[in-house]
């Protein structure tokens, strides 16, 4: 067998490579959803995406031979260095072959590379940030990931252990089913929060787009703000992350919550659109329009991407309220059968014990590691 040879990507055709590997890893794996390829290129690359205005990456392949074996993205986000005030460096974008000594590699090249930026430690997976999907897949690999989740193979956990990594933080996922019967309560106290004038409901318009993102940024960030592991998202990559979500989100499950006419929180509810992109194979152009038209009656499904409450107001049962108005959605359209929510992080016990009050239990557990840089 030949040797495992480690490159950074410099040319159009490594960054292809780098881009194609997941379709040999995941060639014999049912659950796996394809990326779409232009998102994906658009998200890493520097001059394009808002992300790395604030952070910079190397991307490395493994090769044995011509073949390749594995990939890795190193980075640095200055702006999660600045907020939280450490010198974190991260690993993301990981997907490799069951070989040890090739991702062995991929990790002593990232952990090089963030050791020169200044990095004391190493975090990950974060594709790129904790505001983007994160963590590896650690409990749930039965089912099919939903939207903007992570997934990867069980043996994953080995090769990311062996080359001394240790778990940080668990996030977890919770699968809420219409066949599910919620607590009485649950219905009541949303329901009594609605009918009080004090809090509404109000759709996002598209029509008063900057003015939407950059509310939604406002509280986004206070939502967020003392979480764990948390930098804030900057207002040109919430503008980003609207302008891809907002043709598909249901127009009743993109809103905000007001109390006494001032917004205080957000929810973002979008389609699981993962059917469909299983069936694009990571392309999108005429075919993938006919196949949304044709296949749109398989998409059964919600994936809860964003819900926060500015902190001040967080102890008014808004998340009630919003679970109620979610309902009476998903009633209206009974194409829908279950939402799944999450992540939240193991420990935040508020949202958590709420779920768990209700009847659910984590469906998926994602685990973040890390390693100290000697």
């Known amino acids: 067998m030949a040797g495992v040879d ?25 659950n796996w959803i394809p990326p779409i390829k232009a998102h994906l290129a658009r998200l890493l690359n ?10 910079r990456r190397e991307l490395f392949l493994a090769r044995r031979g011509r073949q390749v074996v594995g990939r890795i993205a190193a980075l640095v986000d200055e702006g999660y260095r600045r907020y939280q005030g450490e010198k974190m460096g991260g690993w993301g974008f990981f997907e ?13 090249q990232a952990e090089s590379w963030a050791r020169r930026q200044g990095a004391e430690f190493l975090r990950g997976p974060l594709n790129p940030s904790l505001n983007y ?19 990867n193979p069980p043996y994953y956990l080995d090769l990311v252990r062996f080359s001394g990594f240790r778990k940080e933080k668990d996030l977890l996922a919770y699968h809420f ?36 993102v950059r509310l939604l940024t406002d509280i986004y960030n206070d939502s967020w703000a003392h979480n764990w592991g948390f930098s804030p998202i ?11 979500l907002l043709p598909v989100a249901e127009p009743d499950l993109a809103f905000f919550i007001l ?9 973002i509810i979008i389609p699981d659109l993962n059917p469909l992109l299983r069936r694009f194979n990571g392309k ?13 009656k398989e998409i059964t499904g919600l994936r809860g991407l964003i819900f926060g409450v500015k902190e001040q107001y967080r102890q008014m049962g808004l998340p009630l309220a919003a679970f109620y108005h979610l309902l009476a959605v998903v009633e209206r359209n009974p194409q829908y059968r279950y939402v799944e929510l999450g992540w939240n992080l193991e420990d935040n016990d508020a949202i958590n014990r709420l779920y768990e009050e209700g009847g659910l239990r984590p469906s998926k557990r994602y685990r973040l590691y890390r390693k100290a840089l000697q």
């Open 6 to 30: 480690v490159i950074a990507v410099q040319s159009r055709e490594e960054m292809q490579a780098f881009i194609d590997l997941p379709w040999t890893v995941y060639q014999a794996d049912a």
């Open 133 to 151: 999907e994160a963590g590896l897949l650690v409990q749930g690999f039965e089912a099919r990931p939903t939207l903007m989740m992570t997934y």
């Open 96 to 108: 490799c072959l069951q070989d040890p000594e090739a991702a062995g590699a991929l990790f002593v």
């Open 234 to 244: 900057t207002l040109e990559e919430s503008r980003e992350m609207v302008r891809e």
């Open 284 to 296: 999108l152009g005429l075919s993938a329009l006919i196949k949304r038209h044709l296949y749109w």
């Open 259 to 267: 109390h006494r006419n001032e917004p205080v929180g957000v929810c």
């Open 46 to 55: 520097p001059g394009e995406h808002p992300f790395w205005r604030q952070a």
């Open 177 to 212: 089913s219409l066949e599910h019967e919620p607590p009485a309560w649950t219905y009541d106290v949303g329901r009594r929060l609605l009918e009080k004038e004090a809090v509404t409901i109000r759709r996002m318009e598209p029509k008063r787009f900057e003015e939407e």
